[in-house]
């Protein structure tokens, strides 16, 4: 069964609700923000003209907090059912442009690729607008299953191959004529900027209570000026890629097989070594980013090994040199913009992550911090 189809486990900031149209029956509430499972059933009428069901079962799905997520049932057949998060991502149609053209240029060049666009409604549309709600719907993959922690290191490689894969069947395409659906997303020069807006207007108890980690960030300086000659490098490419290439992400066949990427919203023109780097960040440590007991953190080297040869089992033919020896700085790259993205945002009093307790954005980013150093120990 496919879980975690939209990925996201943590707020990026409110997720809509509007009690007049939810006839809400269950809430979670974490952090400053209520998540709503349930859909009433004006809106599931409305929906289910759009699709052209007669009687769907709705189940909820597990799937993080940024996107609601549906199971839909009806006549031996299944979907997926997703109501957008409109404050992470204000502009769906930019995302239902994207998915469309990608499918057709896949659907045209590599028919035999499995890739997840929206399921096009009556309207001939990926996606459906209702009472400044936005809903989509994907095909139903059977046999796959997603997981959310990796337990070998040939999941790792399986990953990276379907992440590697999906950017090569893209290469001819001309990625310029994406929408850049979050402008700036992966730019380490503007992360690093707005870490220092935080500097200026964040807590004041919190900037004190911060001084060894922002100090470590700042003597980390140099990484900027290199990710900034490595962007302007003339053997250095954009190309389509995902941008968020965590594990649960993927999906597998029973084998164990990586069978395709999902959760395609953060799909843009960007650099290899975005989807690299971040599977380094997300893959190497047996520890995930909300762990707090640091020492538990460490660098498996079979993982970052699998990561590498997965993905040029794809991608070797097509990375330049020069980018190919930057692999590994990927991950620094990677691993530093999330320390500065956590610690900005504890600074700034948790507004685009929350929080489900007070320090956990610092924490967060202690933990990435940590594991920045292990990494680039691990690559002396
Ligand atoms: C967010 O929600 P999720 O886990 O898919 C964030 C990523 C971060 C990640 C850190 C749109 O992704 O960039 O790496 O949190 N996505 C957005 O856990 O901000
Ligand atoms: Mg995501």
Redesign the pocket.
Known sequence: MIGNLS????F?NTVKTNDKKLGVVKRCVIGMLTFVSEMNEQILAAIAKAWNWRFPQLTPIQS?L?NRTWKVSEQGQSWLLQAMNTH?FPQPDWIDFNLQLLSRYLTLHHPNYLFTSPVVSESKKGIFEWEGSVYRVFPWIPGSHSRNALDDANQAFEAARCFGAFTKNLCAFPAAELKVI?PGFHDLSLRYHQFELALQNGDSHRLHECSDAIQFLQASYPLITKFESYTQHADVKKRVTHH?T?ISNVLFNEQEKGMCVI?LD?VMPGYFISDTG?MFRTYVCAVT?EEQQLDLITVRKEYTQAIVAGYLSEMGSELSYFEQDHIYFGGEVLMFM?ALRFLADYLQMDKYYGARYPTQNKVRAENQIRLLTLFQESLR
Not at 7 to 10: A, E, F, N
Request: overall charge negative; aromatic content about 0%; glycine content about 18%.
């Open positions: 990925g996201g486990m943590l990026k993080g940024i992470v979050i968020d965590k959760d953060t971040d980013e999330q």
